[in-house]
């Protein structure tokens, strides 16, 4: 039986000292390691260190006599069974986008006839340009995978979306895509809401509710686990973001609107937070105090309504636009409504009127589109989540 092969790009960025932790995984998984160093990648990570994790001598050079000789490099952009690119940088992106190839990495991934799993990254601007945007959508389009990147405190000392997948999920995006896996989400992008929003009425006071986001935290996690890209954009919940899904946190109604804007393109929308439909008026600057003038009044102005935002961005406007729906009775006459009110292409009503849906880990739903209604009985919301997300998967295919 012969062992799996991947060739690993390793780009140039801080992340690349986590290649040597991925090759050090992938070698314990008994999958074989040919690692391509870029020249920026050598100035974080020795090829010395990589070649001794890899078990494999390490590639830099286009234009070295002595490597082409061994192994051509377009016989090496082929002779492994998937091409692992960790830490993707913009630049190694946008080269791969454009189909540049003035360099062993950008020639071995124009060169290639097999799949590539890209880990990409960088800091929170250069991930969040358009030109990045741009390039990562033309990637998804040429079939190109993507894993990560998370959210968090970069070594840039900003904070945000950038930073690159852990290697265990690496390993994990690997493994799957070596065992040929059905990935029918593969190359979409899916942008979900969870969780609560949370409206500031002054430093320590919010205007929140009880969602704990667990609905919608499965649906992200169904989805990654279908193949999708997919952006959480998540108000303050008590989960960890599911592996592979790069979560924005978020805290009030505007914040995750324009979270989700920026998201934006996306072929899937799934709104799932429960949005605080009002917010204060005023926010007060210090701790509002108690005093003789009694309780102060507090006057509330109404949110955007994400959803129907989503669901008429005109050219913007992802192809499948999905609202949740909590009723406490007529599910189905208030669910429908709402399709119609908010413009979406499906509604998930719930029954809240028993009242174990919120917070609870079982949900039952009743799936309305344009055609007609289907109810899927009570389940765990990781099998509700499993479900939608097949859902999903069937329509865009
Ligand atoms: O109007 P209602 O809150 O019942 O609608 C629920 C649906 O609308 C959910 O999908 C929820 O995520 C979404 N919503 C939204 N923005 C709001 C209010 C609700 O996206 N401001």
Redesign the pocket.
Known sequence: MSAKRVLLIVGGGIAAYKALELTRLLRKAEIAVTPILTAAGARFVTPMALAALAESAVRSDLFSLEDEAAMGHIELSRSADLVVVAPATADLMAKAAAGLADDLASTALLATDKRVLMAPAMNVRMWLHPATKRNLAALEADGVAIVGPGEGAMACGEHGPGRMAEPEEILAAVQAALAGEDRPLQGRHVLI?AGPTAEPLDPVRVLTNRSSGKQGYAIAGACAALGARVTLVSGPTALAAPPGVERRSVET?QEMLAACRTALPADVAI???????WRPDTVFGVKLKKGKEGPPAVRLVE??????TLASAGAERPRLVV????ETGDLEANARA?LIR?GCDWIVGNDVSEGAVMGGDDNAVLVIDGAGAECWPKASKTEIARRLAAKVAETLA
């Open positions: 809401t109604a709104c799932v937070a429960a949005v605080s439909d949110n955007p309504d994400i959803l129907a609202g949740f729906a909590a709402k908010k």
